[in-house]
């Protein structure tokens, strides 16, 4: 009889951990990479995007908005991945700057509560600019984290911290007073920041989570206690 209870309970057990682990999973999103990559003469296109292919709608269809943006494609082609890709290199090809133009999109960071993305394009034509940009999406509504939700504190306290985080960023020629913050978003244990810094159009400043904790907003301080 005792086996027998036994055996119940690690059934049950076992029954809940499942319901447990499906519940998280169903929370998260499901993603397909997908890389395209075109060359004519001197001129070459190479991408990889993980796209969202699955999760709550409203977030997926954000995301997709924000990589059209990142792509520089039109909204029409978000669920057809690979023709978005090519449409993206057409754009490129017509555009007439010529070189190298590299784009990587990728999932960064993801929790019950929120899913981020970074992206980095990069062009090389004789010079090397890039834009880096970094967009944490809330599951709740699936809108884009605002700088205003995750910062409490004034611009020219964020510029400090971006000048104080700038680590091998060139900033040559720069002060605190030029870095404007743009965008931010969250990845595991940093608040990543997008300023300019020099052949950047965006660059991705990494702030220390746990040391920062006094300029959070109310509602993201203590994020990840």
Not at 148 to 153: A, M, S, V
Not at 165 to 180: K, N
Not at 203 to 209: G, H, K, T, V
Not at 210 to 222: A, C, K
């Amino acid at each position: 009889m005792h086996q027998s209870h036994s055996h119940i309970r690690w059934l049950f057990t076992c029954l809940f951990l499942m319901i447990v682990m499906t519940s998280v999973a169903q929370d998260f999103l499901t993603t397909r990479t997908v890389t395209y990559k075109n060359k004519a003469g001197k001129v070459s296109y190479s991408a990889s995007v993980e796209f969202p292919t699955g999760g709550k709608e409203t977030v997926v269809d954000n995301i997709l908005e924000w990589i059209g943006v990142v792509l520089d494609t039109d909204g029409d082609f978000r669920r057809d991945y690979d023709r978005q890709l090519r449409a993206s290199c057409d754009t490129f090809f017509n555009s007439g700057r010529g070189g190298e133009h590299t784009i990587v999109v990728e999932r960064s960071y993801e929790d019950e509560r929120l899913v981020t993305f970074e992206s980095m394009v990069t062009d090389k034509n004789g010079t090397t600019w890039r834009w880096a940009d970094c967009a944490s999406f809330s599951k709740r509504d699936g809108h884009r984290i605002t700088m205003d939700e995750i910062f409490d504190c004034s611009e020219e306290d964020i510029s400090r911290l971006m000048w104080a985080y700038r680590d091998d960023l060139p900033l040559d020629g720069f002060g605190p007073e030029d870095l404007m913050p743009v965008n931010a978003g969250f990845i595991d244990g940093w608040i990543i920041v997008i300023g300019p810094a020099r052949n950047y159009t965006g660059a991705p400043f990494r702030l220390r989570y746990e040391e920062i904790e006094d300029f959070l907003s109310p509602s993201i301080n203590g994020y990840y206690h």
